[in-house]
Structures are given as structure tokens and as C-alpha cells.
């Protein structure tokens, strides 16, 4: 039977065959690089392109020796992660495999809407100072159609909601860490859209993903504040948004944009509240409603998105 696969490899003639990124920047293109394969695996079996020959054509590699499949004597693997990722808990984004890597490479903490509570802030501080070591990079990642971020965007638009019975107290914790975010990409809607924005078509649309976007900028600039008061200048904060229609990372998200290489890229955490007003309009920009520019991303719904100039349906 012909297959599609994606394979996690273990060699057992050489158990080590994948060395840790030595710094920030080599950890940082290892994530897009393991990123652009798993979404090329995705778009193979959207498209039904069979792996011709024997091999498998996506392969990520497995470190015996850093797994416990080749134990030294007396001795437990030793955790090594060069990544630390803060992400969403919904179940349609597998962190390690959207980026493309194996066991012992990631440390991953999710929580819905990947909000910053004490708790997630604790398991970060504690990778950066139990795992010094191994730890480079650390990444906030969102993604497209956020329920928790929708949430958030729904109470603001209709506030009773949010003290409805059916939001609990904390349900409401969450949505409150995300304010902020929905309330900066309405003013960037407005300013870029015009002050008559929430009557365009696929408004609502455009803030949750404006507000995916701002929320995981926003998590990542006070990730930076911790790392550079722990005077860990070593290690690179980074975010992006995981797109569930082209299957990849990137920093601004365009739902609508087609998959190319050239998409995946990881954001550099935000230095200064400006950056978040810049990144506010270029969202607005890449979704603002044009003529015939129409995306559904769910039977339920449809959305306009503009930016690139072309419809598309998924």
C-alpha cells in the first residue's frame, strides 16, 4: 500500500545523530526548518502526492542516547530541551510536530490561549534555571482560530457574555489575560479599516486573528522582561502564530496565504509597546476586506480577508 509518512527514527548503529543547536539563532532556524517539513508532509497528503521509493520522505531524527533507549550504565536520561515553547492546549496543534522534532528537543508547557499565569511563568523559570544547559530559545506560540482568543473576542463584543453562567470564574481568568490584545486589535481595525469597522464583513473574524497574533506578541515581551531580569541574554524569546490552513509557523499570519517556503518565520519578541501598534496595523492590512476576496475556514462560517489579493477556499 502506497503511504504518506512521517517518521520518527531511531538508529540504533549511531544513537546520536541529530547534535543540539550550539546558539540561539541556529535553535531558532532548526524550529522553522522542522516547521516547513511537517507542513510540506501536510500538503503532500492534502494533495494525495505519494513518497515514491522505500524511504520515507519526512524523517525526524530521535536521539537514543538522550531518550534512554541506549542507557549508560546506572544512569536516566538527562532532559535537554533547546527549546522551551509556551502554547495553546487545543489539540489541533502538536507542538513537536509542527516543528518538526522528537523527543527530549522540546520543553512544552500548554495552556489554554497560551496565557502568562503564575503557574506557566513558574514552569518557564524553571527550564531557564534547571536546564541552563540546554535551553536557547524560548517561543510563544499562537494559532488561528483560537477558542480561547475567540472567547475573549466575543465577550468584548458582547459583554454580557462574559458574565453569562456559563462562563466560569476561571474561564474568566483566562479571557481577561486576553483584553488587552482584543481591545489594541480593535483600535488597529478601526484605525486601518476606518471608524465604520465593525460594520464591515468578517470583522469579528479579523479581531480573533488580529488578537492571536497581539496576545502571543504580548506573552513574548513579558517572557523577554523575565529573561533580561534574570540576566539570561543568552537566550532569544521568539512567537509566532501556527496557521491550521497552510500548517504553518509565521509572524504576521496571513489566513488566506498559500504555503511556500518563504512563510515560515518565527518573530523576534517585541522591545517596546510601539512594536505592538506596528504589528496591530500590518495585521489589520493583510485583512482587510476586498471585493472577491473571500476565505472559509469552517462550514459554520465565512470570512473576508484581503492582502494578497486573491480568494481562495479551504
Known amino acids: 500500500m502506497n503511504t504518506i509518512d512521517y517518521v520518527y527514527r531511531f538508529d540504533p548503529r549511531n544513537p546520536s545523530t541529530k547534535p543540539p543547536p550550539p546558539d540561539a539563532e541556529i535553535a531558532r532556524r532548526t524550529l522553522e526548518d522542522g516547521n516547513r517539513m511537517f507542513a510540506q508532509w501536510m500538503a503532500s497528503c492534502q494533495s494525495q502526492t505519494l513518497t515514491l521509493g522505500e524511504e520515507p520522505r519526512y524523517v525526524v531524527q530521535c536521539n537514543g542516547l538522550e531518550v534512554g533507549m541506549v542507557r549508560k550504565q546506572g544512569g536516566i536520561p538527562k532532559q535537554a530541551p533547546f527549546a522551551v515553547v509556551v502554547g495553546c492546549s487545543d ?10 522534532q522528537g523527543f527530549n528537543d522540546l520543553f512544552v508547557i500548554r495552556v489554554a490561549g497560551n496565557v502568562l499565569g503564575d503557574v506557566c511563568v513558574g514552569s518557564v523559570d524553571f527550564a531557564v534555571e534547571a536546564l541552563s544547559e540546554s535551553v536557547k530559545v524560548i517561543v510563544v506560540l499562537g494559532h488561528s482560530g483560537c477558542g480561547a482568543v475567540t472567547g475573549a473576542v466575543d465577550a468584548y463584543l458582547r459583554p454580557l457574555k462574559f458574565w453569562s453562567k456559563s462562563t466560569s470564574p476561571s474561564l474568566r481568568m483566562i479571557l481577561q489575560k486576553i483584553f488587552v490584545s482584543v481591545r489594541e486589535s480593535a483600535n488597529a481595525l478601526e484605525e486601518v479599516w476606518g471608524p465604520e469597522a465593525k460594520m464591515l464583513s468578517g470583522y469579528r473574524d479579523a479581531l ?107
Open 91 to 100: 489539540a489541533r496543534v502538536p507542538t513537536e510536530m509542527i516543528f518538526g
Open 208 to 314: 480573533i486573528e488580529t488578537s492571536v497574533g497581539l496576545n502571543a506578541a504580548q506573552a513574548a515581551f513579558a517572557l523577554r522582561q523575565e529573561i533580561e531580569l534574570a540576566g539570561r541574554w543568552e537566550i532569544e524569546v521568539l512567537y509566532g502564530v501556527y496557521n491550521l490552513f497552510n500548517h504553518q509557523v509565521s509572524m504576521p499570519n496571513d489566513p488566506a496565504a498559500p504555503p511556500t517556503d518563504g512563510n515560515v518565520c518565527l518573530a523576534r519578541a517585541p522591545t517596546n509597546p510601539r512594536e505592538f501598534l506596528a504589528l496591530g496595523h500590518k495585521m489589520a492590512e493583510i485583512l482587510k476586506p476586498t471585493q472577491g476576496n473571500v476565505l472559509q475556514p469552517t462550514p459554520e462560517q465565512t470570512v473576508v480577508f484581503g492582502g494578497n489579493g486573491s480568494s481562495e477556499a479551504r
